[in-house]
């Protein structure tokens, strides 16, 4: 790839190739290199941070409620924006908080009007809570079990006063280690998805590749179809930071420095809310127009996400079908 040419013209023109004669990568996607990437990253610590919702999702005027890990979450924000947490379930009668209503900045049970502003009350404990501007993450230590962490582990992502963002959920009836794992295998882009991906190669951990986790990043060339014949070629990195997040970021060609952060929220056993967020940039002077247009364009970026996790859906649920029936190979 030649970095400046790519630059002045980011659309290429390739040679149709059908389906069926492309390389085939099922050698390359060996189940013992992508099992010991998933075994690196379920590894590494979270701090029982999980993301919860995108943060556009939790507005002033109505609460948000998810359960994650098996247990129940109530969000909102108080009267200056910012995120509070905690159990989903009413101190007094139990009422689900999710259904009730914020005013000035405090979430009153529909029941009976008890109202909460955040702080613990009768045996109601508050939930750590963070606000990335992106992701509203939530700190659930007794679902965790690891020694907590003030902060989240985010990955470094563009500046967003100079970036398009947009998040994309969806669920999937299987564990978290599975959507990791469609996400730890790259090889399947081309195959799996030929209406996104052409041209695919990749560099795995330990064969060259450049990745920014100390090594451990998956390397990728890929065209991006656009229409017809035209494709737009780029370099992205796939890495792990913690345990229920893969990253990929563009390393060369259009768009460089933009990730996609592809979360795994646990909500209860087998099932997982897929929270994708794009976090695009770029150094054209167009971009600023494309800034500018947000609104419009997310939905297009979520309908592109959609479209993907529809088939990317169906790999991890049938994986987790297979290990759950322990015909899983290898």
């Known amino acids: 790839m030649n970095p400046g040419r790519s630059a002045r013209f980011p659309l290429r023109l390739r040679r149709p190739v059908a389906w069926e004669d492309q390389r085939p990568t099922w050698r390359d996607a060996s189940p013992g290199l992508i099992a010991a990437a998933l075994k690196r990253a379920t590894a590494r610590p979270s701090g029982n941070w999980y993301v919860l ?66 702080g613990p009350f009768a045996g109601w404990e508050p939930f750590p809570a963070h606000d990335d501007g992106v992701l509203a993450w939530v700190r659930l230590d007794a679902a965790g079990g690891e020694e907590p962490l003030p902060r989240p582990v985010i990955p470094a992502r563009p ?70 014949r035209a494709v737009v070629p780029v370099r992205a990195v796939f890495t792990a930071p913690e345990p229920r997040t893969v990253t990929m970021r563009i390393t060369g060609g259009e768009g460089l420095g933009s990730v996609v952060e592809t979360h795994a929220t646990p909500l209860t056993p087998g099932r997982t809310a897929v929270v994708e967020a794009v976090i695009a940039t770029s150094g054209r002077p167009g971009f600023a127009l494309a800034r ?30 297979l290990r759950r029936t322990g015909r899983f190979p290898g």
């Open 53 to 118: 919702a995108a943060s556009r999702d939790i507005g002033r005027d109505r609460p948000f409620g998810r359960t994650v890990a098996g247990t129940e979450v109530v969000a909102w924000r108080d009267g200056a924006g910012r995120l509070l947490a905690g159990p989903g379930a009413c101190p007094h009668l139990g009422a689900p908080l999710r259904d009730s209503r914020v005013r000035c900045g405090r979430v009153i049970c529909h029941w009976h009007g008890l109202a909460l502003d955040g």
């Open 292 to 321: 500018g247009a947000a609104p419009l364009l997310r939905p297009l970026l979520r309908a592109t996400a959609a479209r993907l996790w529809r088939d990317d859906l169906a790999y991890a649920e049938r994986r987790h079908h």
């Open 159 to 228: 500046d967003r006063a100079g970036a398009l963002e947009a998040v994309w959920t969806g669920v999937g009836a299987c564990e978290p280690e599975d959507v990791l794992a469609n996400r730890l295998d790259p090889w399947h882009g081309a195959w799996f998805h030929p209406y996104a991906f052409a041209d695919l190669t990749v560099r795995a951990p330990g064969d060259g590749g450049d990745g920014d986790g100390g090594g451990d990043g998956f390397t990728v060339e890929v065209s991006f179809r656009v229409a017809g």
